[in-house]
């Protein structure tokens, strides 16, 4: 290996990925690392927006930054790695092709940085896999768009009988599962669209659709506090919103949904968002684990295995800004700003480990979080200062304008949230996700994992 360029391989292209190759590429020069990145898409995803993107808000494109364009000097191969080998310094990869399926690779590595990310968190709950939902992908967030569109185009033409009124009342009601961001933003922000579209139908009006909200936690948004969770809780009520809090589902299929509190719900709309998982290739890697993410220490890279760190939602990283004196840190939340902070400090340390630099540990102290709750409704702390209404709607909007990490995606979003202001809403229908392509394991590409995200 000392005859040829260090090679250093990372496995993801979200945040905590593309960030620590920024790093990397300014601080060394391709004969000091020769940088391969193995991701599923050719761009990285500003997930944060999606429910944006789900009510036609923001395009699909516009939070997507190219990392072609972002990365000039990384090498990308457009894949998942499905297996690991540390003795054999190299990592198995299956190419995402047009045609289909292809074989399968090894890439070598002289440093290897696993930052596969997390996928949306699902349990043992029959028809869950096959009927819901989620939003962590743009094909996600298109389809359900469009599938809502498709159901109240469909219910607004079912004609006035028994059997008609049945299937209209399925087809108008909507259940989402989770009350941390992604559901509360989903439920929110879609209510709030649909009312600014609701002409679209000689039949139906916003009011006709009926949506529940459920949760096994007793709060919403509970990482922001009871304050102001409270606030979006009194917030989605007043809107007619039916928010159950300790409840949750038992069983789906295709037509109906049962809770937990004995009610089974008709409905052909199951929106899942109960919280995040590692990705299924931490549980296959055979090394320690913390409530599904990797161990790593303070430095992010993984204790007794040579040249390999973790970061983002598949790593355990201790929080040292949070943690009490002489008190063991707890885990840093998987937030999109700590995947930020944690790639630019991943570049360092494998920097420092090619002889460019000092490792350092990771310290980040949280700036705040923010919530969109449709209209001039929002919710944020900003360093720990509790904002409603438009203030946190400015701060909101600010924020993620900072956070995307390129200047013509800033642009573009700022130009969708302004002709959303002034031009009539968009209600058009595209068609172009199949149901079976926007299923949970499919979308996320959970499947080609030995074992399921739970």
């Known amino acids: 290996m000392a005859d040829r360029t260090p090679r250093v391989v990372v496995v993801g292209g979200g945040f905590a990925g593309f960030y620590a190759l920024r790093y ?62 540390i003795g054999g310094r190299s990592v198995s990869v299956t190419p995402v092709t047009a045609a289909g399926h292809a074989e399968t690779w090894r890439e070598p590595y002289d440093r290897l940085v696993l930052v596969p990310g997390s996928v949306t968190r699902q349990f043992d709950i029959p028809g869950v896999a096959e009927h819901a939902r989620g939003l962590k992908t743009l094909v996600e967030a298109v389809y359900i768009r469009d599938h809502l569109l498709h159901l109240l185009d469909a219910a607004d033409a079912e004609p006035d009988t028994d059997e008609g009124r049945a299937r209209r009342r399925e087809m108008l009601t909507v259940v989402a599962v989770g009350a941390g961001y992604t559901g509360t933003e989903f439920v929110a922000q879609t209510q ?32 922001l506090g009871p304050e102001l969770g409270r606030h979006a809780l009194d917030l989605l009520r007043a809107r007619g919103i039916d928010v159950r809090l300790g409840v949750t589902v038992t069983a789906a299929d295709d ?38 993410r990797l161990v790593v220490d303070e430095e992010m890279a993984v204790p007794g295995v040579p040249d390999v760190w973790a970061a983002g939602d598949a ?24 995947g930020q ?26 700036l705040g979080l923010v ?13 720990g200062v509790a904002l409603t209404g438009p203030p946190a709607k400015f701060v909101t909007r600010a924020y993620h304008l900072y956070a ?8 573009r979003v700022a130009a969708d949230w302004l002709w959303q202001a002034v031009l009539p ?27 399921a995200a739970r």
Request: cysteine-free; charged content about 20%.
């Open 24 to 85: 990397l590429q300014k601080h060394l020069t391709p004969e000091q690392a020769e940088l391969v990145l193995v991701s599923p898409t050719d761009y990285l995803l500003y997930s944060p927006l999606l429910p944006e993107v789900a009510t036609g808000v923001i395009e699909a494109r516009h939070i997507a930054v190219s990392l072609r364009r972002a990365l000039p000097r990384v090498r990308l191969l457009l894949g998942h790695v499905n297996a690991v080998d």
């Open 192 to 223: 709030r669209w649909l009312r600014t579209i609701e002409s679209r139908w000689s039949r139906t009006g916003a009011e006709d659709v009926r949506w529940i909200l459920v949760d096994l936690a007793e709060t919403v948004l509970p990482e």
């Open 255 to 292: 037509r109906s949904v049962a809770l937990t509190d004995g009610t089974v719900v008709a409905t052909r709309t199951l929106v899942w968002g109960a919280g995040v998982a590692p990705s299924p290739l931490v549980a296959d890697l055979g090394l320690p684990t913390r409530r599904g």
């Open 315 to 338: 790593a355990a990283v201790p929080d040292l800004a949070a943690a009490l004196p002489a008190a063991t840190p707890p885990d840093t939340p998987p937030t999109a700003q700590h």
């Open 341 to 366: 902070r944690q790639g630019t400090a991943l570049g360092r340390n494998i920097a420092a480990s090619l002889g460019v630099g000092t490792a350092r540990p990771y310290r980040h102290r949280d």
């Open 371 to 383: 919530a969109d709750l449709g209209g001039w409704d929002a919710v944020a702390k900003p360093l």
């Open 404 to 411: 995307l990490p390129s200047m013509a995606n800033r642009v």
């Open 425 to 451: 809403p968009e209600s058009t229908q595209l068609g172009v996700i199949r149901p079976e392509d926007a299923q949970l394991a499919a979308a996320q590409g959970t499947g080609l994992y030995g074992r």
